[in-house]
């Protein structure tokens, strides 16, 4: 068991841990019995392996502390469950009270029999960071959404102490924008929530590969409670500050560190260290970004190695952000909870049935419709998309798209069509729309020219990668001709932009490999090319 102290649960010492690596044995080796197995066998009823707000409550300054006693007395450690949903909530900015939002939510559903909802949080009230093991709401009956407290506005009277679900491990202030806190985070939950699934969502304010400039915008002096954001505003308040460089993308920002926020590649290589410590090596079940502004093709190709799907929004999301009470109700009360084999048949992917749901979930919380948990916001969109399938002959198709135009078509009808290409907040632009465009001002070629070919190709391939999407009214227009139908990509469409950001660009996985020296163009260079 580990060393339990004060409420506090402490994760195993850094020599430990160093040890296991070193003698090559792995974290990711489960405990032989399924937790349920096991509290059935010790006679655990309901109310002692799930967590009772009746039988541990201990409140305190931080909140509730009752935790210790109820965690040792359910062996957590000795068995494993079918899903871990670890949450990396960063809240210590303009996002306190939305933060409050989504963990009553949660706390809608709370955990279960198979399934561990963990949290990090961390918000602007200088009261530390705390990991909370997520329980449901003793006063919420199954499926009923409370409706006392829905908007981040309702929660204005609301504090860190007055979270329900209680406190597994409570840190001092920590920057959440500092990739060692996340990982740490992860690395604690995989060693005291043993399972077969596990799920990252990256909780905070996004900005994908890089976003542009908007009007003066600080959020770390105020709580936001409109439901829109505009990241842009957030941008241009980054660029101006005078401890830090300009931010040009990245996600988690911490306003009380300076702003100071985790890179992509930071974001990557976090992953890639958990996984290869407490995985083996396999990749998460899902990565899922409650954020803005995430769903780059730059950005999904950094990450494609660490989990087997990727989740989120090419778009600026409102507050609210993700509908964790009925995303968590699919996972807890579906079948995808459970045994997976023994509720569809072998073969059959839990986290594929999953992550396919999710963006459907996001954009029926946000129809305004009477049953809609979230309101109405009519530019929300979310995909979903397969990591394996984006491994594969994704950049060699880029590169023979990019080649095509660059043999095919000139400059200037070019840079127009990109201008007209359907575009999301900061650097991104609709990939499957260009092509559509492209398509329309070749329509007299013949299908078997190699432009019409290249292109019909690469929205295959978009086709592919993309399992799933949630798309609002908002984009019903622009849905005839492909927009939203996939994942953007950086496409300037003018010189400054193009010399501004072509640096940090180029820096990008999905530059490198869709730019080998044996290509005769690449994405790189078609972007060059049309702005020599």
């Known amino acids: 068991m580990p060393n339990i102290q004060g409420g506090d649960i402490f994760p195993l010492s850094f020599p430990i841990i160093f040890l296991l690596l070193f003698l090559n044995i792995s974290h990711a080796d489960l405990p032989a019995i399924e937790c349920k197995d096991l509290w059935l066998k010790n006679n655990l009823t309901k109310g002692k392996y799930l967590y009772s707000f009746n039988i541990h409550p201990h409140k305190t300054e931080r909140g509730n502390e009752g935790y210790a006693p109820f965690y040792e007395s359910i062996s957590r450690q000795s068995c494993f469950k079918e899903w871990a949903v670890f949450i990396y909530m960063n809240a210590d900015n303009d996002l306190t009270l939305p933060s409050y939002t989504d963990i009553d939510e949660m706390e809608n559903i709370g955990s279960s029999i198979s399934v561990d909802v963990i949290v990090y949080h961390d918000s602007n009230e200088h009261t530390g960071s705390r990991y909370l093991h997520i329980a449901k709401d003793p006063n919420v009956t199954t499926g009923t959404i409370r409706k006392n407290r829905k908007r981040p506005r309702d929660f204005v009277d609301f504090h860190d102490l007055d979270i329900l679900s209680p406190i597994a491990k409570w840190l001092p202030e920590t920057d959440s924008g500092d990739i060692s806190t996340f990982q740490h985070f992860l690395e604690w939950g995989l060693t005291h929530y043993p399972s077969k699934h596990v799920a990252v969502i990256v909780w905070s304010h996004g900005m994908g590969w890089g976003a542009t400039l908007g009007d003066e915008y600080d959020f770390t002096a105020h709580q936001t409670t409109e439901n829109i954001f505009d990241p842009l505003k957030l941008l241009n308040h980054l660029s101006n500050l005078s401890k830090t460089p300009p931010h040009t993308g990245g996600i988690s920002f911490d306003g009380t560190s300076d702003d100071h926020s985790m890179t992509i590649p930071q974001l990557r290589k976090a992953l890639a260290n958990v996984r290869m410590a407490y995985r083996e090596g396999k990749p998460f079940d899902l990565l899922g970004s409650d954020a803005c502004l995430m769903q780059m093709l730059e950005v999904a190709f950094e990450l494609k190695d660490e989990a087997r799907f990727i989740i989120g929004s090419q778009a600026a999301q409102a507050n609210l952000g993700w509908p964790y009470t009925t995303i968590l109700r699919e996972l807890i009360h579906h079948p995808l909870g459970r ?179 044996t290509n005769l163009g690449g994405w790189a260079r078609f972007n060059e090319y049309i702005h020599k």
């Open 339 to 517: 045994k997976t084999n023994e509720t569809f048949g072998e073969g059959i992917d839990a986290a594929y049935q999953w992550a396919k749901k999710i963006p459907e979930l996001y954009q029926k919380s946000y129809s305004g419709e009477s049953n809609s948990s979230q309101g109405e916001n009519p530019k929300a969109v979310m995909t979903t998309i397969n990591s394996a399938e984006l491994s594969l002959a994704f950049p060699h198709v880029l590169n023979d798209f990019g080649d095509a135009l660059m043999n095919f078509m000139r400059v200037d009808p070019l840079r127009s069509l990109i201008g007209k290409t359907f575009s999301f907040s900061g650097l991104s632009q609709d990939l499957y729309h260009f092509t559509h465009l492209i398509n329309e001002w070749l329509k007299e070629e013949p299908p078997t020219a190699p432009i019409k070919k290249a292109t019909q190709s690469l929205r295959d391939w978009l086709t592919r990668i993309t399992v799933s999407r949630g798309v609002s009214q908002y984009y019903d227009e622009v849905e005839k001709t492909g927009a939203a139908k996939t994942v953007s990509i950086w496409l300037p469409a003018s010189n400054e932009e193009f010399r501004k950001h072509f640096g940090e660009f180029k820096r990008s996985r999905l530059y490198r490999d869709a730019s080998s020296p």
